[in-house]
């Protein structure tokens, strides 16, 4: 077997008593394992190469930065075999012959991958007609966005470039506009001979960004009515694709007969050849980060691939991070393997001004200002004379808070959210409720002589945050009006006719807009007002990223209504930071991040320090943390902050029933602070004294987390 076992190859070998699939990672004449203890390999299983030599490197990388082992990125990475595709994709092969003496070159466009009917005929629509239609596309975009946003020629420099480049993108407001950008983004990558990987939160922007694609030339990789699989553009999505399906797709990336991918989380192991563009959208969204160890986050791993390749990093967002923020601040951000200085591109002010919708705040001052005599009330008049005058020519959006209700404490007198005075993490009551004072969600401290930072007031009350029923409760201010209701408990409302109607909407399922007929344009797209319900809800979010994913869920809801010259109207009902106000009515979220940025420099909290979520049992954490120095170690103190916070109780696995089970009896949380620069060497004490507790057989769970998105 040794001309088929080369590296990358699928191999079957024993290990452990068990016959188990493996990767040949590299082979060398001598090694240092006594040859007692060396295996035959029982079979090769594919001769294919199944993970090219960049996708080893990029595999051990991520590894490293996240403090895992190769084994446990390459379960991520790879999907698990299936004989049947690897069958049909050889004898798909063997038919193949050159076309006119050869086929094209992959370096002439990079589109010699499209790949060939069973005949060995090219499919309809050739690799050239292809590349012409992409290249004249991307020259038609180019011009619009160099007319909407600034430096658009230094991404469109690093796109057709050789060096890596990373960018933060805030795109305009429109119901079609981040589909544009990043199809016009791809289809530069393509012209100039790369690959192009585009992670999205969901399967549902997946399906608003294939259309784009389509109007470049670009034709989705599916089977070809003579037989096949034909096509530009793979959609990889762990979640619901059959088995044989994402097998056949990785390999078809894999092999290079396909340059783009798209496709949810798992697309950021995508194994993409040579400099690449690597694409983010809405990098703060929770999906992004796998759910098991070491729990890499795609927006790191994106980056990290694409400086190992020499591409091009796109964060592309709504609502700018404090992350994106921090990398754009100028020449003090510090170079880790998942981040360091990025270029933004911002749009342009004229533009800006004429995409976006008249955008009103209706608190308690501006509608006593207005005199307006609903004050108080959850769609006061204003609001409802603004709504009615709208639905007159199209369907209305309001959006909602998430069904589910959640506990936390606010002052009882000025109603500003309770904070820890050691940490600022948010104050809660304990779950048993038998010691009434509250402590720290982050670091566990009592709320002992607690007095409100803004009024001085000494005394909390609890708040209940929720809503539910407000389909019932509209249909009486709109009479005889369709009301469509999607939400996670309800379902989810794929799209909905352009004509009157009210969508009431959770964040993330908002109904796209159909045209009812071609005059519509791209006003049959759009909804004609959009509204905020229950803004004060906001105020008591709990979690570092709270007012991101607020102002996130606002900015996505307000992208679907139309710009301010076809009427279009958003509005937020109640209270809510003002901060969050300001970014969302000027559409400039940099206002909201500049001031997460300056607050987490102030408290010590991430992207300002690097962090990692430690839990487990109590005696597993607490050894760890003094292992790693956290505890009487050079990492008691980071800078002027401590270096660990907890530990903080935490509930039992969902698995666990109500009896309780010795070995989740005492389970606590810690997080543990570094200085940015020694990101590197956090990640790799934890993995090696995690290492050390498995293989020493230490009793008591442990599990650690490096750059969590939230530290509750």
């Known amino acids: 077997d040794s001309e088929a ?68 990125i390459l379960r991520f990475a790879v999907p698990p075999r299936v004989a049947k ?13 050159p076309v006119g003496g050869s086929l094209p070159d992959n370096t002439q466009g990079g589109f010699a991958g499209r790949g060939t009917n069973p005949d060995g005929t090219m499919p309809a629509g050739s690799t050239f007609a292809v590349a012409s239609t992409v290249s004249e596309g991307a020259a038609q975009g180019y011009r619009r966005l160099t007319a909407n946003y600034a430096d658009v020629n230094v991404l469109h420099d690093a796109l057709t470039g050789q060096r890596f480049q990373s960018f933060v993108f805030d795109s305009l407001p429109g119901a079609q506009e981040w589909q544009r950008n990043m199809a016009w983004m791809v289809a530069t990558a393509l012209s100039a001979g790369k690959a192009a990987v585009v992670e999205l939160p969901t399967m549902r922007e997946v399906e608003d960004l294939m259309p784009m694609l389509r109007n470049y030339g670009l034709k989705p990789f599916a089977p070809a009515p003579a037989g096949g699989w034909v096509g530009d553009v793979a959609v990889l999505n762990a979640e619901t694709m059959p088995a044989a399906d994402r097998y056949l797709t990785y390999l078809a990336v894999a092999l290079g007969q396909v340059k783009v991918v798209i496709g949810t989380r798992a697309v950021m192991y995508a194994p993409v050849e040579g400099p690449a ?103 006061p008049h204003t609001a409802v004379r603004v709504l009615s005058k709208a639905l007159e020519s199209g369907p209305v959006l309001l959006s909602i808070p998430q069904d589910s209700v959640s506990e936390t404490l606010s002052c009882a007198k000025c109603h500003r959210q309770a904070r820890c005075a050691k940490c600022s993490g948010p104050l809660q009551l304990p779950a048993d409720r038998r010691d009434s004072t509250p402590r720290c969600r982050w670091c566990g401290a009592a709320a002992i002589n607690w007095k409100c930072p803004g009024c001085g007031h000494e005394r909390m009350r609890v708040v209940r945050v929720g809503a539910a029923g407000t389909a019932a409760e509209l249909a009486g201010l709109f009479r005889g009006v369709p009301v469509v209701l999607s939400s996670k408990t309800q379902g989810l409302v794929r799209d909905v006719a352009c004509q009157p109607m009210i969508v009431i909407a959770t964040p993330g399922f908002e109904p796209r807009v159909r045209p009812v007929s071609a005059e519509q344009g791209s006003a049959g797209h759009e909804y004609r007002a959009v509204a905020v319900l229950d803004a004060w809800t906001s105020l008591y979010a ?121 070995a989740t009896a005492d389970r606590v949380k810690a997080v543990i602070r570094v200085p940015q620069s020694r990101r590197a060497e956090l990640a790799a004490r934890l993995h090696r004294e995690t290492a050390r507790h498995v293989a020493s057989r230490e009793p008591g769970e442990l599990r650690f987390r490096v750059d969590p998105k939230d530290l509750i």
């Open 542 to 662: 709990l979690g570092v990223d709270a007012r991101l994913d607020t102002l996130t869920a606002w900015m996505r809801a307000v992208s679907l209504c139309a710009p301010r010259s076809r009427g279009g109207q958003a509005l937020i009902l109640g209270e809510t930071d003002p901060a969050i106000a300001q970014s969302l009515m000027l559409w400039d979220s940099r206002i909201l991040a500049a001031k997460d940025l300056e607050e987490r420099v102030e408290t010590g909290m991430p992207p300002a320090v690097a962090a990692a979520c430690v839990w487990g049992r109590r005696d597993a954490v607490m050894t760890l943390m003094q292992r790693i120095g956290a505890l009487g170690g050079d990492w008691t103190a980071c800078g002027e902050l401590p270096g660990m916070l907890g530990p903080v109780p935490i509930a039992q696995p969902d698995t666990v029933d109500a009896r309780e089970l010795e």
């Open 5 to 72: 076992a080369q590296p990358g190859v699928l191999v079957r070998v024993r290990f452990g008593g068990q016959r188990v699939s493996g990767v040949i990672w590299a082979r060398t004449d001598t090694s240092d394992t006594p040859r007692s203890s060396i295996r035959y390999i029982e079979r090769v299983l594919s001769p294919d190469v199944l993970v090219p030599a960049s996708m080893r490197e990029d595999i051990g990388l991520i590894a490293k930065a996240y403090g895992g082992t190769r084994a446990n």
């Open 85 to 97: 595709v690897e069958a049909e994709q050889r004898l798909a092969a063997s038919f193949r012959r």
């Open 277 to 379: 563009l690597f694409a983010i959208l809405e990098d703060a969204a929770y999906q992004n980060m796998d759910g098991m160890m070491p729990y890499p986050q795609a927006r790191g791993v994106m980056r990290l691939r694409a400086k190992s390749h020499g591409g091009v990093f796109v964060a592309m967002a709504n609502a700018r991070t404090p992350q994106s923020q921090w990398e754009n601040t100028g020449p003090g951000t510090v170079e880790t393997p998942v981040s360091g200085y990025s270029t933004t591109i911002h749009p342009l002010a004229s533009p800006l001004k004429d995409a976006t919708p008249w955008v009103r705040w209706l608190n308690r001052d501006e509608l006593a200002r207005l005199a307006d005599p609903s004050i108080g009330a959850r769609v």
